[in-house]
C-alpha cells in the first residue's frame, strides 16, 4: 500500500506560480512511477504529467508543457509540480498517483488550485 498526500493548493492570479507537493508513504516509493492529473468541475480526469523513478523521461501534457514542471526527490519520498505562468483553464483539483507497474494503482485525495482571471 502507498499512501500520497498533496499540498500546495491554492488561489493564485493569471500569470502566477504554484508549487504543489505529493508526500508518499508506505511501500518503496523511489521505485515507482508518479504522476499528476486534474479535474476541473464537470469534466473528466485529465493528465498533466509523469516522472519515472529515475527521475529522467519525463512528459507532460499539451496543455502544460513549458508552464509546469514534475520533479521528484526519492530521499524525501516526494513528488512536486511547478506550476509558472497559470491560466484561469488550470483550475481544478489537482491529485498525485502512484504507478508500482503500468497502472496508477494509488491515487491522493487532491488539492484545489485556483486561478482567476
Known amino acids: 500500500q502507498v499512501q500520497l498526500v498533496e499540498s500546495g493548493g491554492g488561489l493564485v492570479q493569471a500569470g502566477g506560480s504554484l508549487r504543489l507537493s505529493c508526500a508518499a508513504s508506505?511501500?518503496?516509493?523511489?521505485?515507482?512511477?508518479m504522476g499528476w492529473f486534474r479535474q476541473a468541475p464537470g469534466k473528466e480526469r485529465e493528465f498533466v504529467a509523469k516522472?519515472?523513478?529515475?527521475?529522467?523521461?519525463?512528459y507532460y501534457a499539451d496543455s502544460v508543457k513549458g508552464r509546469f514542471t514534475i520533479s521528484r526527490d526519492n530521499a524525501m519520498n516526494t513528488v512536486y509540480l511547478q506550476m509558472n505562468n497559470m491560466i484561469p483553464e488550470d483550475t481544478a483539483v489537482y491529485h498525485c498517483?502512484?504507478?508500482?507497474?503500468?497502472?496508477?494503482?494509488?491515487w491522493g485525495h487532491g488539492t484545489q488550485v485556483t486561478v482567476s482571471s
Open positions: 508506505g511501500r518503496i516509493f523511489s521505485w515507482y512511477s
Open positions: 516522472i519515472p523513478w529515475s527521475g529522467g523521461g519525463t
Open positions: 498517483a502512484c504507478a508500482p507497474g503500468s497502472r496508477y494503482d494509488y
